[in-house]
């Protein structure tokens, strides 16, 4: 742990950036500015010293940044049902807060909150993710993006998102499969189906974007399928599990495009789709 804190450090004052080169990736530094400038904990603060980082912990549906404000938010939201986050906090919130590491420091028996997106719930789930993209919707300035990665197995799963976003006037606009996280994960590579896939989400206001025709699932289908033959073909390992993620979001996404979507309709023909991209990629 101290080695990868080492790291950081060296990292925060002299970043690397990575650059193609005669068809090699070279890692340089002294490219970028370092990682380093005041905080400001308030937006009042930060707009009289916009020369300082804004950085504030809390409840993300609940912000003090001003409307049509920001032009683009990237984000991480947590699984559905699985890794609750704040459970694993309060390992070290036991520590840190009788160590008190910064003035401030949150002085609460857990860091669990009822707010919180973390739902074992798809509906939950749904619910208190739909008023944090509310809020993502209200600061956007018009034509802003927000962007997110989500991994996620189960089609209930990707349908909770996908409907979140639809609650709170989002239309999504791409979906892209990518690997994102450490592949040799016990809980990846010890299911029957491993799912080594991020899928990267890019959503845009709905009152925004132009309505066109209605969204065609098959093709949707087939170029999901498409880019995880691409991630094949570059070498890289995925699978049936990978192909059926995919697909499943790029399927459930079109709910997001649809005047009156029927969701329980979507989930069927989101796991018809995958079963016969499964089916494809198999024997190709």
């Not at 950085?55 to 990237?74: R, W």
């Not at 789709?273 to 990629?281: D, G, K, S």
Request: hydrophobic share 40%.
């Amino acid at each position: 742990m101290l080695t990868r804190l080492h790291k950081a450090a060296q990292y925060k004052n002299t970043p690397l950036d990575f650059r193609a080169e005669a068809g090699r990736i070279l890692a340089v530094d002294q490219s970028s500015l370092p990682v380093a400038r005041p905080l400001s904990t308030t937006w009042q603060q930060f707009v009289r010293d916009p020369a300082t980082a804004y950085t504030t912990t809390g409840d993300a549906s609940q912000t003090d940044l001003p409307d049509d404000s920001v032009d683009l938010i990237v984000t991480d939201p947590p699984y559905v049902d699985n890794v609750h986050y704040s459970e694993l906090a309060d390992f070290f919130h036991a520590w840190l807060s009788a160590m008190r590491p910064y003035r401030g420091y949150p002085d609460m028996p857990s860091t669990r909150a009822v707010q919180e997106v973390q739902n074992a719930a798809p509906d939950g789930f749904q619910a208190t993710a739909a008023r944090v993209w509310r809020e993502c919707r209200r600061v956007l300035k018009p034509g802003g993006c927000l962007l997110f990665s989500f991994h996620q197995s189960q089609t209930r799963g990707w349908c909770a998102l996908m409907r979140s976003l639809s609650d709170a006037g989002f239309t999504v606009t791409t979906t892209r499969a990518v690997i994102a996280e450490v592949a040799t994960s016990l809980a990846k590579t010890a299911a029957a189906e491993p799912n080594r896939i991020d899928v990267i989400v890019l959503c845009r206001d709905a009152a925004g974007t132009s309505a066109g025709a209605a969204p065609d699932l098959d093709q949707a289908a087939a170029q999901a399928l498409s880019e995880i033959q691409g991630l094949r073909g570059a070498g890289l390992r995925v699978g049936p599990g990978d192909v059926r993620t995919a697909v499943r979001a790029a399927v459930l996404a079109a709910g997001t495009r649809q005047a009156a979507a029927d969701w329980e309709t979507l989930q069927t023909q989101a796991d018809q789709r995958a079963t016969a991209a499964v089916a494809e990629f198999s024997t190709t």
